[in-house]
């Protein structure tokens, strides 16, 4: 199982990233993807998930902000961040499963939202 994330970055207050995650080594199209991240001082927190049919769902914090979506051409999912405050400063996670745990996960990639 690979799962390799890019895409993290500095950005501004109400700016926007999109961040991708490369999967290969499992059945990527049947499997739930999510999000996950961490930040400085803090523990991991679900961010969003998508099921194999395309299926989405959010934090409560993130809803209206971020979109997650998936490829199964490429074998990826994305996660399009929008009006980012700089409480979303964190390391992404790209992983498999849902918001009730997580088989795998990647390296992730950093996103530092400051002026």
């Known amino acids: 199982v690979q799962l390799v994330e890019s895409g993290g970055g500095l950005v501004q207050p109400g700016g926007s990233l999109r961040l991708s995650c490369a999967a290969s080594?499992?059945?990527?199209?049947?499997?739930?993807m999510s999000w996950a991240r961490q930040a400085p001082g803090k523990g991991f927190e679900w961010v969003s998930g998508?099921?194999?049919?395309?299926?989405?769902d959010y934090a409560d914090s993130m809803k209206g902000r971020f979109t997650i979506s998936r490829d199964n051409t490429k074998n990826t999912v994305y996660l399009q961040m929008s009006s980012l405050k700089p409480e979303d400063t964190a390391v992404y996670y790209c992983a498999i499963g849902d918001s009730l745990g997580f088989a795998s996960w990647g390296q992730g990639t950093q996103v530092t939202v400051s002026s």
């Open positions: 080594g499992f059945p990527f199209s049947s499997s739930a």
């Open positions: 998508i099921d194999s049919d395309g299926t989405t």
